[in-house]
């Protein structure tokens, strides 16, 4: 290699990519000689569950790429990136095979909230990567002024309460967020769960024509471990759970609320839709 020619950085980031860290990290190699950098944003896919509406996912991670690509360009460093359907590792492994770069650098967030870390992505990463240096930032995007919060909304039948949207928008009003939504489906057996999907598509609907950020999944039918599942796949800052009144709520009974406030020291908010309000039987 000349030494003209720019060394080729991978930077990997999803929901950290325009964390100061990345870009610090990328400036430091550049104050070394000239670069190049591609930017990967793999996408978030649950583990379990169907995911309705993915496309607010790839939106989202286009917009974190954008500001990325643009704050490079502005530092003078040639960038360029791109959305990948695919998991941290996987996408690492291909972007070596067509970029052979010469060094790596990957952000997540911090280890309490890091789903990358929690699945020793980090690790992996440099276990195929090889003699190629990879270097480990965190970003803390809680600190950091106008990061997005993520809100976690575990709903089924309430979900297209209007007490359960209008907490919704209230909460996006209040700051930048964006919203899953885990609709626990009624039954493990069943391949299909029209009634959830339709009210669950209504609900995201009517946010988007909002202008809200929210996305979906139909998951496991325990509240629950549904809110866990989607805690273990990615960061969520705050909880929100929608049931039915007092003696009407299987999951009131079963104390998901509370439950989920001590397994997981995550601010947990409970909105009560009555059963009238979305048309289900008294």
Same mark, same amino acid.
């Given at each position: 290699m000349?030494? $003209?020619?720019?060394?080729?950085?991978?930077a990997v980031a999803n929901e950290t990519v325009a964390g100061r860290s990345l870009l610090e990290a990328v400036r430091r190699e550049a104050a070394r000689g000239p670069? $190049?950098?591609?930017?990967?944003?793999?996408?978030?896919?649950?583990?379990?569950?169907? !995911?309705?509406?993915?496309?607010?996912?790839?939106?989202?991670? /286009?917009?974190?790429?954008?500001?990325?690509? /643009?704050?490079?360009?502005?530092?003078?460093?040639?960038?360029?990136?791109? !959305?990948?359907?695919?998991?941290? !590792?996987?996408?690492? $492994?291909?972007?070596?095979?067509?970029?052979?770069?010469?060094?790596?650098?990957v952000s997540t967030h911090p280890e309490s909230k890091s789903g990358w870390l929690r699945r020793d992505v980090v690790e992996r990463i440099r276990g195929a990567a090889g003699s190629i240096p990879v270097e480990h930032v965190v970003a803390d995007m809680e600190r950091e002024e106008g990061s997005e919060a993520n809100v976690l909304v575990v709903a089924n039948e309430t979900v297209i309460g209007e007490a359960l949207l209008e907490r919704v928008r209230e909460r996006a009003r209040r700051s930048p967020a964006s919203f899953l939504i885990v609709s626990p489906q009624s039954d493990l057996a069943l391949a299909s769960h029209p009634e959830a999907e339709r009210r669950l598509r209504n609900a995201l609907a009517t946010l988007r024509s909002d202008g809200i950020e929210a996305h979906g999944q139909i998951a496991h039918p325990?509240?629950?471990?549904?809110?866990?599942?989607?805690?273990?796949?990615?960061?969520?800052?705050?909880?929100?759970?929608?049931?039915?009144?007092?003696?009407?709520?299987g999951w009131l009974k079963r104390d998901v609320v509370g439950r989920l406030r001590k397994a997981t020291r995550i601010p947990v908010e409970h909105v009560v839709v009555e059963p009238a309000a979305v048309g289900a039987a008294p």
């Open positions: 000349s030494e $003209r020619e720019p060394r080729e950085i991978l670069i $190049r950098v591609t930017v990967l944003c793999p996408i978030n896919h649950p583990r379990e569950g169907y !995911v309705v509406y993915e496309d607010t996912r790839r939106a989202a991670a /286009g917009r974190r790429l954008d500001k990325t690509l /643009g704050m490079l360009r502005e530092a003078g460093i040639p960038a360029h990136g791109l !959305v990948v359907d695919a998991d941290p !590792v996987s996408a690492v $492994r291909d972007a070596i095979a067509q970029l052979e770069p010469d060094a790596i650098v325990d509240p629950y471990t549904a809110a866990m599942q989607a805690i273990s796949d990615e960061r969520i800052d705050q909880i929100i759970v929608s049931t039915f009144p007092g003696e009407r709520s």
